[in-house]
């Protein structure tokens, strides 16, 4: 089992930066892709970016790859979602989620799909005011 648990969302004001963690327990990084993704109010889940594996190959979404960088630290077993210049169009609770390498071979751009990923986190919402 991934365990995850996401910190830093609240609320902001359009323009700001935000940076939002996701801690990883149960397995090292390189052995999981860890994605990011965004669910705004009545609107479906969103992949947004992920990082997979040792390599640390990120894949991004077009609609946020010029303003949302993900990264990593080994070490700590935590990755990052930076957000910057938010968007009110940003408001939404934003999910870790991960699969296992291992059982998962080749899933490449799939971990922006939620249906690709096993393990959640609970979320945490961000909010972007004008």
């Known amino acids: 089992q991934v365990q995850l648990v996401e910190s830093g969302g609240g609320s902001v004001q359009a323009g700001k930066s935000v940076t939002l963690s996701c801690a990883v327990s149960?397995?090292?990084?390189?052995?999981?892709?860890v994605s990011w993704f965004r669910q705004a109010a009545g609107k479906e889940r969103e992949g947004a970016s992920c990082?997979?594996?040792?390599?640390?190959?990120?894949y991004q979404e077009d609609r946020v790859k010029d303003r949302f960088t993900i990264s990593k630290d080994n070490a700590k077993n935590m990755v990052y979602l930076q957000m910057f210049n938010l968007k009110s169009e940003d408001t939404a609770t934003y999910y870790c989620a991960a699969s296992l390498l291992a059982s998962n071979e080749g899933l490449g751009r799939l971990c922006l799909y939620a249906s690709a990923m096993e393990f959640w986190g609970k979320g945490t919402p961000v909010t972007v005011s004008r």
């Open positions: 149960g397995y090292r990084l390189d052995e999981v892709a």
């Open positions: 990082i997979v594996g040792k390599d640390g190959t990120i």
